[in-house]
């Protein structure tokens, strides 16, 4: 399988810290591409979050940051705030398909 | 600053051919290492990358609707132009346009800019 896969949701309350996992395969993030990864808020473009597998845009807050391992990444949201609930997807290239490829997407829901 | 926008028809019945332009601003797609890539998203469901044309005019597409696909670039009027053929009612979504971020190494590939997006139905 060429697509990269994310838990459906996860949730946490005020200030607590969450993770993303996104797990891929050895034709895109273990054959050494990166993980990006976007926020979108609700009825908004997607955000870019999280580019070459940890560093942040300017402007994205230090409470967000990105991991890589083999086959799979991670992002992590501490100090959970109300305005983090969003969608939030990963993103990579696939060799096998030749072109980029995005995780399924998990809903963040903060209690 | 880097700007881009959508445009084409709202609603479009099935079988027909869906053609939506890409207007941007900010940078020239004449310029090396330039890319532009349309990307899709149903409502409610994920993101999906359809096809991509390079500042060489490479294209590549989504193996998975190479066969319906087709992206094009104007240069001089800084757009860049997809169709996508036979559509079907599962082709509703909002579609997108993006810059690719240039400059990048070739394992880094990633969206820096995104248009607003463009809602297209499919009904007949």
């Known amino acids: 399988q060429s697509g990269l896969t994310q838990p459906p949701s996860v949730s946490g309350a005020p200030g607590q810290r969450v993770t993303i996992s996104c797990t891929g395969s050895t034709s895109n993030i273990g054959a050494g591409y990166d993980v990006h990864w976007y926020q979108q808020l609700p009825g908004t473009v997607p955000k870019l979050l999280i580019y070459d597998n940890s560093n942040r845009p300017s402007g994205v807050p230090d409470r967000f940051s990105g991991s890589k391992s083999d086959t799979s990444a991670s992002l992590a949201i501490t100090g959970l705030q109300a305005e983090d609930d969003a969608d939030y997807y990963c993103?990579?290239?696939?060799?096998?398909?030749?072109?980029?490829?995005f995780g399924g997407g998990t809903k963040l829901t903060v209690l | 600053q880097v700007t881009l926008k959508e445009s084409g028809p709202a609603l479009v019945k099935p079988t027909q051919t869906l053609t939506l332009t890409c207007t941007f601003s900010g940078f020239s797609l004449s310029t090396f290492g330039m890319r532009v890539n349309w990307i899709r998203q149903p409502p409610g469901k994920a993101l999906e990358w359809l096809a991509r044309i390079d500042w060489d005019d490479d294209k590549f597409y989504n193996t998975s609707l190479k066969t319906r696909l087709t992206i094009s670039k104007d240069t001089s009027r800084n757009q860049v132009v997809l169709t996508l053929t036979n559509m079907d009612p599962v082709d509703t979504a909002t579609y997108y346009c993006a810059r690719m971020a240039p400059f990048s190494s070739s394992w880094s590939i990633f969206f820096d800019y995104w248009g607003q997006g463009a809602l297209v139905t499919v009904s007949s």
């Open positions: 993103q990579s290239y696939d060799t096998s398909l030749m072109g980029s490829v």
